[in-house]
DNA sequence: CAACAGGTTTGTA
DNA sequence: TACAAACCTGTT
């Protein structure tokens, strides 16, 4: 166990837990940075993370512990996960293991969030060839307009208390408040061309999420996915990975594209889907987190040039 | 001012 | 099946 449960905080060693790491490797946006301290506000649930001593503290504010510990991922092990990903990287031939190996190092901290569906699958067709600041600012806009206030359900401490005194935080809308929304506001936030796609897509889901996906297919639920309007295969993939916790899918963005022809000398150009199919044929069922520790690594060491 | 940003859609070979 | 071009819009 990599963790201990006190009242309303989960205890959690630094080993393979990092806020960082975890929030800034681009898998959620449902979250604010406030000193040291990470806040998060999955659905209408909401937890600060800050280091204390030699532990990570995650401080559960609105949603109980057992919540958030499904949140983090924390029964797994993530230790073993990258073990694993070091031996697939080990018996590579024409690989630069040493960037593998580095990524591995940099990202340890990661934890591939748990996420709810609809805010996942809303929050990616936003991200579509956009920059994080600014449909961030789209979807919290979007929290503000349509989801409620969240309240403190647990006695906060002082450090906290403190920090969200003078901070609100916005569930995300419900399905049901987001069904009442036209392409006109999806625009008005700033959502551009992607606003008939979310109207579309939204307008689709409560017959899309009535489905049992549990005997689905990685593939067949791809498929099912890309018919949903502002769906690509990307956006597909990370809401497979993100909101179905299918970690057999290997979303391939600009980022991942670089590093490909970094990791695989000399192999010539390949386009997206060929080169998620190999990478996803190396990783297999590690392919989604391998995908995080890639990605994390190179896109944070982009912006230290 | 043109290019770009964590792609998708649509149209054309 | 594969590849281009257009696409909202704030930043650099």
């Known amino acids: 166990m990599n963790y201990i449960v006190d009242e309303n905080k989960i205890i959690v060693k630094t080993e393979n837990f990092d806020p960082k790491s975890i929030f800034e490797c681009g898998q959620t946006f449902s979250f604010r940075k406030i000193g040291d301290v990470y806040f998060t506000f999955p659905e209408d649930k909401l937890a600060a ?3 204390d001593g030699e532990n990570y503290v995650v401080e559960c504010l609105a949603g109980d512990t057992k919540f958030f510990i499904n949140y983090f991922d924390l029964e797994r092990d993530y230790q073993k996960i990258i073990l694993e990903i070091e031996k697939i990287n080990a018996s590579q031939e024409d ?3 040493k960037l593998i190996e580095k990524s591995l190092k940099f990202g340890r901290g990661i934890r591939i969030l748990k996420q709810e569906l609809v805010e996942t699958i809303v929050s ?13 600012a789209s979807l919290n806009q979007l929290r503000q307009d349509f989801g409620n206030e969240i309240s403190i359900e647990n006695e ?8 969200i005194s003078s901070q609100k935080f916005f569930s995300f809308p419900s ?16 959502a551009g ?4 796609y979310l109207f579309e897509t939204i307008k689709a889901l409560p017959n899309f999420l009535a489905e049992d996906f549990s005997f ?21 993939q990370c809401v ?9 899918c290997f979303p391939v963005d600009t980022w991942i594209k670089q590093v490909y022809n970094d990791l695989n000398r000399g192999e010539g150009e390949k386009n997206e889907q060929q080169i998620s199919s190999h990478l996803l044929k190396i990783f297999g069922n590690y392919s989604g987190y391998a995908q995080q520790y890639l990605f994390y690594y190179k896109r944070e060491l982009k912006q230290l040039v």
């Open 124 to 136: 990616f067709i936003f991200s579509a060839n956009n920059n994080i600041k600014r449909f961030t």
């Open 95 to 97: 690989f630069d293991r």
């Open 193 to 196: 061309y992607r606003a008939p």
């Open 156 to 163: 906060a401490s002082q450090r906290i208390k403190e920090l």
């Open 175 to 190: 399905l049901k408040a987001l069904l009442k929304l036209d392409e006109a506001y999806f625009s008005k936030i700033g």
């Open 49 to 51: 993370v800050y280091l």
């Open 240 to 248: 497979m990975l993100f909101g179905f916790g299918r970690v057999d």
């Open 216 to 236: 689905m297919s990685t593939d067949q639920l791809l498929k099912e996915l890309v018919s949903l309007k502002g769906i690509g295969r990307k956006v597909a």
